[in-house]
């Protein structure tokens, strides 16, 4: 049996996404969606800040700055800034993009955790163009060479409009559509999805069935696979999101405070709170959610999508990047006819490392973060998956990081969470022993005043996109 068909079954930015990516990249399959609109809880769907991974996906289906982000209303971003994670520490901004750069060949992270021992290093982020772009909001996208060089760049969408946007790409390279809710799933004697019968009574059948309905996984779910809950972990379990028209001189980057039960965030595009609600707080149309993940998104015929297969919080902005991924790995993977158990196998391996890897990040800010409030002191005491228990076990005795087969989160942004975090190592790597101290911290005022020159020069982010408005209707 060849494969011919697959049927997309929600609609929102992950179903689109999976839809359109599926038609673009592999056009000789006929490929259906069923838009059903995302559930609240489908955080993939719902959360506007976006990874620089997304501009990879939308260069694979050829679509450009000029329709993902200037016709559709949405915001650069290039990190995040960190506020209150440990009490009486100053703010951090986690930026896409290198902080330093190698000394007399000694490797840079260890030179400044050396002096920041001593207590003569700069903030950690000072030494980040891209840090200093977001704390200014300034923005400019990637230069040719130079210290504006090295960054990359997420996005704040407004949703509606790039939805919409997704809905008429997939449907200009051909995607079919069948509008209704999805009312009954039929099983085949494997246990395999056999139809989906929607509220009209019409049938629909394929050779694959992509589920992007969110946290229900309407088909998915009825297969009986094991999930994975990360709620001992990270136990905010509410959201409320709130999102705004935008605000054009908003810094290209969130804001993110800790409080006493969770967080919160503001961006250019969406307000939010994150809590936990078994801590005692409240807050009026939250709704819930879970962190976790199933063990075997890839079963049988079924393929689970963005929710669907993994739910995390939004901190640090993975869910739709997430999603992205399992649709990227789906097309590198895809049978040429009916699914092999061993593809199958190999997809889940891959899908799974990858998300408690993310886990694992997330963890991160709360492990490392302190703050006197029940809440936070849970958190602290808490104990830690082994995975990233061994590598802040590595870090803290030499500054070291582990390597990780599908990392979503380079070293750059390991490195801007401990440090911002005030973790430092208890040895420093020997190679350091060549650059002396002050050769160093000269060395260290050089980057930070020459980025500081180098960003004056850089306009704001409001100007930016003007700009590239004003030649996006020039050349219309």
């Known amino acids: 049996m060849s494969l011919r068909t697959i049927l997309v079954v929600g609609g929102g930015m992950v179903g689109w996404s999976a839809a359109a990516a599926l038609k673009r ?227 290209p980057m969130e804001r993110v405070t800790a409080t006493n039960h969770g967080w919160r965030w503001v961006s250019a595009r969406q307000r939010g709170t994150v809590y936990c609600a078994a801590s005692g707080a409240r807050h009026e149309g939250a709704v819930a959610f879970r962190s976790g993940a199933t063990l075997e998104p890839w079963r049988g015929n079924v393929v689970a999508i963005g929710d669907a297969a993994v739910g995390v919080e939004p901190l640090e902005w993975s869910n739709l990047h997430l999603a992205h991924s399992a649709i990227d790995r789906l097309i590198a993977m895809l049978p040429a006819g009916r699914p092999h158990p061993l593809e199958a196998a190999e997809y889940n391996r891959q899908a799974l490392a990858e998300a408690r890897r993310v886990r694992d990040f997330l963890v991160l800010h709360y492990a490392t973060a302190r703050r006197d409030t029940p809440f936070w002191q849970a958190r602290a005491q808490a104990s830690l998956p082994e995975s990233l228990a061994h590598t802040l076990r590595l870090f803290r005795e030499r500054g070291r990081l582990p390597y990780y087969e599908e990392e979503t989160f380079d070293r750059d942004s390991w490195l801007a969470v401990l440090f911002g975090q005030q973790v430092l190592p208890r040895r420093i790597d020997p190679l350091t022993d060549a650059v002396p101290p002050d050769e160093a911290a000269a060395a260290l005022a050089s980057l930070r005043d020459s980025i500081a020159q180098a960003i004056e020069r850089v306009p704001t982010a409001a100007r930016f996109r003007a700009l590239q408005m004003e030649r996006l209707h020039e050349r219309a």
């Open 25 to 251: 990249r592999l056009p000789q399959l006929d490929i259906t969606i069923v838009p059903v609109a995302p559930p609240a809880d489908a955080l993939a769907d719902r959360i506007a800040s976006t990874l620089p991974s997304i501009l990879g996906f939308h260069g694979d289906l050829g679509i450009g700055l000029g329709d993902a982000v200037l016709r559709t209303g949405s915001h650069y971003r290039l990190g995040t800034l960190f506020r209150d994670w440990v009490e009486g520490a100053p703010d951090y901004v986690h930026a896409y993009g290198r902080a330093g750069m190698p000394i007399g060949g000694a490797p840079f992270p260890s030179l400044w955790a050396r002096a920041a021992l001593a207590g003569a290093a700069p903030p950690f982020d000072a030494l980040s163009a891209a840090a200093m772009m977001a704390r200014t909001g300034r923005f400019v996208t990637p230069q040719a060479d130079g210290l504006l060089s090295e960054h990359s760049f997420g996005l704040a969408l407004d949703i509606p409009r790039y939805t919409a946007m997704l809905m008429a790409f997939a449907r200009h390279v051909g995607v079919q559509g069948h509008l209704g809710e999805v009312a009954h799933v039929e099983q085949d004697a494997r246990g395999d999805i056999a139809a989906v019968v929607l509220d009209n009574g019409t049938r629909l059948t394929a050779d694959l069935y992509c589920d992007c309905t969110g946290p229900a996984a309407r088909l998915h779910g009825t297969m009986a696979v094991p999930h994975e809950s990360w709620q001992a972990w990270l136990p905010c379990d509410r959201i409320v999101l709130d999102d705004i028209a935008g605000d054009d001189e908003a810094a």
